[in-house]
């Protein structure tokens, strides 16, 4: 196999070259864009996952399409220690400059631009290595009033009326989303819900970790009903085997239904492994087709570099209990076990181990998807503690 023409992408929130099993949530989103634009309420979508399925891919698809109808769109990633505001001022400036520039630019815009100015009172940003500023007065009694539930709405209704009044909509989208605090999606939720009330051509797109629609709830009891929360899992088979047939037959080379079924059985369907052994099995074929044997040395090839960077960077991060608490959740097998059980396997009670469990959910490392349960949010990484367990006691 010619390795220069590879199709698969096992990159962070590279689009795959067969974006398989995701067309209902593609849909969704879609119609959600469709009725903003011409001022109907649509529910905004937050996308729940655990690592590795898609969730940054989807978001930028989302934004493709949003630019496709007509959207000024802008993506954002949150993450641990950011600060709500500190994330949305460079999005919020540069849509309200955006607007700005257009032909038909009205006093509304201008407007969102002074109250985008309250907005950001005295903070300096840093984007990029240099700071943002905006030139200009502030909009008096607007977004600064230092409550930041009063005074994000006032800057997304701001906003909004300024995508109305030039005729553009706008579309925010905010990835790792389970980073914010209870307060701060509290307000981003409160401000959305100004938005829908108002009608405004103003929506968000939001991606997080399973635990992110508990947090919403938390947040604001009406979220369900602003946000639609769809949950994206491992590929069904069939879906798995098009995500790697197509593109190696798109480019005039097969693969063996075998050789599907390994990359199947090893992956469990997720995608971002999936990129990963269809990359290293197309690499390992010496002919025009990859077989079983190309598939059986990819998962080696596929597990070794998953080790030695995906997997290590994540357990590195974490302190010794927090390991040992990993590698006794490893060990009491596939899927969420009950925390009471990892206590005891530890010797140690669930109170006890309480901020130890709470510093792995901080991290992103773990989630509960049930009260009294822990589960991994990276998938296979179980198997990567058994294997790094058995590695230090050989």
């Not at 990159?11 to 879609?30: C, F, Y």
Request: hydrophobic residues 40%.
């Amino acid at each position: 196999m010619d390795k220069n023409i590879n199709p698969f992408n096992p990159g962070a929130g590279v689009s795959p070259p067969e974006l398989a099993g995701r067309v209902e949530v593609l849909g969704t989103a879609d119609a959600a864009l469709a009725r903003v634009k011409r001022g109907k309420h649509a529910k905004s979508l937050m996308i729940l996952g655990l690592r590795g399925v898609g969730k940054t891919v989807l978001l930028n698809q989302i934004r493709d399409r949003a630019i496709a109808q007509g959207y000024l769109a802008e993506i954002q990633e949150a993450h641990d220690g950011a600060e709500l505001k500190q994330l949305l001022i460079p999005v919020l400036r540069r849509l309200l400059l955006r607007l700005d520039r257009l032909q038909n630019t009205v006093d509304t815009v201008k407007k969102g631009i002074r109250v985008l100015r309250s907005f950001i009172g005295t903070i300096t940003i840093a984007a990029g290595g240099a700071e943002v500023t905006l030139g200009g007065d502030p909009e008096p009694g607007y977004a600064d009033s230092g409550n930041l539930e009063d005074d994000l709405k006032d800057i997304l209704i701001a906003t909004g009326e300024a995508a109305r009044d030039a005729n553009t909509p706008v579309a925010i989208l905010i990835d790792e989303l389970q980073y914010l605090s209870k307060d701060e999606l509290g307000a981003l939720i409160r401000g959305m819900h100004a938005i829908n009330q108002a009608g405004l051509p103003l929506v968000l797109f939001g991606a997080g970790l399973p635990q992110l629609a508990g947090q919403a709830g938390d947040a604001k009891s009406y979220a369900e009903r602003l946000f639609e929360f769809p949950r994206l899992g491992a590929l069904l088979e069939a879906d798995a085997w098009k995500a790697i047939r197509d593109p190696v037959e798109d480019e005039g080379a097969s693969i063996s239904d075998e050789a599907l079924q390994e990359i199947f059985d090893k992956t469990h369907g997720y995608p971002y492994f999936l990129q990963e052994w269809g990359y290293s099995a197309w690499n390992i074929a010496t002919g025009n087709a990859i077989t079983a044997q190309d598939a059986r040395a990819a998962t080696v090839d596929s597990i070794r570099k998953l080790d030695e960077s995906f997997f290590r960077v994540r357990f590195d991060r974490t302190t010794p209990a927090e390991r040992d608490y990993m590698r006794c959740l490893a060990e009491l097998g596939e899927g969420p076990q009950r925390s009471a059980d990892v206590a005891m396997a530890l010797g140690r009670t669930a109170t006890s181990l309480g901020p130890v469990r709470d510093g792995l959910i901080k991290k992103g490392m773990v989630y509960s998807p049930e009260y009294g349960q822990i589960a991994f949010t990276v998938p296979l990484f179980d198997e990567f503690m058994r294997r790094v367990t058995a590695g230090a006691g050989s």
